[in-house]
């Protein structure tokens, strides 16, 4: 019953972190490559106009080397038409051949100036010239470099400065807004994450309460009929007194009603101890105890009862050690397993045995009983609990004495399990916390 709960549990973690991520990152990624190609496409565009706009004032400027005057018209014209150009220089090569004088320039202070770096170099050797970014203060350009003429006439080389301040300007811009809507997307999600874990916590609390419900339909009719049965044996027997019966007949009823009422004690106050356990209100009080005085009449009673029934009884006392635990509980407990192991046996033996490792004492009460299938296995410390076979269905009990023996012994710091093959039989471990020495 117990591990659904935390199933849901995670599955719900489990879907919030998906939608957190895959939503909020599929936002983020998509806005990303969508930028970052339009930059890639842009530069390139760029780059290709550049390299029009760079062709054809190269073969005008070619023709234009003698009139410098001319070129520089040409050069103050074309710059003012197009924004992205901030800077034209056409070069005359310089005689020697070892660098490029300006001639004309969008700026009029770098006539004379003589370039010999390298990318100038470069694109005199190169038909297609050379094309580089730069950086300046914050700002990249494409800088491009074309030879005009050739060695035969004059030559020399135009510069182009392509301005990207408006395409980056634009990335920017775009980059924060995707931000801004991966943030809004993100606080979305948030809400409809904080709506969806509201909905499956009341979710979880509804089946809870189904499970609840359902354990206590279980308990009313479970109580009902295990309650409803001995008083209808008492009422016949009492009424079988009225009868003026013989007097080994009466003995025989008396004892009857006597054992009936006995169970239904038993019943009751099993019902109890289930209560004040669920409410943390069964007093416990663990002390250092002799584990010799509670078993050993313990193992004289359950000896009978199993010798009555045709069994062996076994008991290995070996050296019995003082443990820390409550002695009416442990009792308590034992006695429901002894009794459990004659109940559920039909014939062989049963044996109980004491064993100490370090600071556990571990009394395990074996029988060669029915069995329990590994099925069953998984319920049997389940309240209510009982297998259910041909051989168990006239066995009465109220399937409480199990759990109410497991929570009493984690109670006082100790443990009780099971191992069991159906057929074969059973073997039930109490341990507990051996008192310090
Ligand atoms: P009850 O015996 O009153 O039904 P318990 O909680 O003590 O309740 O036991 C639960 C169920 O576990 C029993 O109904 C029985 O089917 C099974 N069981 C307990 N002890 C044994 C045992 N020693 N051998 C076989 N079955 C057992």
Same mark, same amino acid.
């Given at each position: 019953m117990k591990p659904l709960p935390v199933i849901r549990k995670y599955s719900v973690i489990a879907y919030a972190v998906v939608l957190i991520f895959v939503v909020t990152g599929a936002v983020f990624w998509n806005s990303f490559s969508i930028l970052r190609r339009f930059e890639d496409t842009t530069d390139t565009l760029l780059l290709s106009k550049a390299g029009v706009a760079e062709e054809v004032f190269g073969i005008l400027s070619a023709e234009f080397l003698d009139a410098p005057d001319v070129l520089q018209e040409k050069v103050?014209? @074309?710059a003012a038409r197009e924004p992205d150009i901030s800077a034209i220089v056409v070069y005359e090569r310089e005689e020697d051949g070892d660098g490029f004088r300006a001639v004309a320039s969008t700026d009029r202070e770098d006539i004379g100036t003589i370039r010999t770096e390298l990318p100038y170099l470069l694109a005199w050797n190169e038909d297609a010239g050379s094309a580089f970014l730069g950086n300046e203060g914050g700002t990249r350009y494409w800088n491009i470099v074309k030879r005009i003429g050739n060695d035969d006439t004059r030559g020399g080389l135009v510069f182009f400065r392509?301005? @990207?301040a408006e395409?980056?300007? =634009? *990335?920017?811009d775009a980059i924060v807004r995707s931000y801004a809507v991966t943030a809004v997307t993100l606080v979305f999600v948030l809400i409809l994450l904080v709506h969806h874990l509201r909905f499956s916590r009341y979710a979880v609390r509804a089946l809870d309460l189904e499970d609840v419900n359902r354990m206590k339909d279980d308990f009313i009719s479970m109580a009902s009929h295990e309650l409803r049965s001995p008083m209808t044996i008492i009422r016949g027997y009492a009424d079988l007194l009225g009868e003026e019966p013989t007097e080994e007949e009466r003995k025989e009823y008396v004892g009857k009603i006597a #054992? #009936?009422?006995e169970?239904?004690?038993?019943l009751v106050s099993d019902l109890l101890d289930v209560s004040r356990l669920e409410q943390g209100r069964l007093p416990i009080d663990p002390t250092d105890m002799s584990l010799r005085e509670t078993l050993v009449p313990l193992a004289e009673d359950y000896g009978k009862a199993a010798k009555e029934k045709g069994l062996d009884f076994v008991f290995e006392e070996g050296d019995l050690p003082t443990v820390h635990a409550d002695p009416a509980r442990v009792r308590q407990i034992l006695v429901n397993l002894l009794s459990n192991a004659v109940k559920y046996t039909a014939e062989g033996s049963v044996t109980v045995s004491v064993a100490t490792e370090r600071d556990r004492v571990t009394i395990t009460v074996a029988d060669t009983g =029915?069995?329990?299938s590994s099925e069953d296995m998984g319920k049997l410390f389940t309240k209510?609990?009982? *297998?259910?076979?041909?051989r168990t269905a006239e066995i009465q009990g109220t399937g409480l004495g199990l759990w109410i023996a497991r929570e009493i012994a984690r109670k006082m710091g100790g443990e009780l399990g099971a191992e069991s093959i159906e057929g074969v039989g059973s073997h039930f471990r109490l341990s507990l916390k051996k008192a310090d020495s």
């Open positions: 103050s014209e @074309l392509f301005s @990207l395409n980056d300007a =634009f *990335v920017r #054992t #009936t009422t169970r239904m004690t038993e =029915f069995g329990i209510f609990y009982r *297998v259910k076979t041909d």
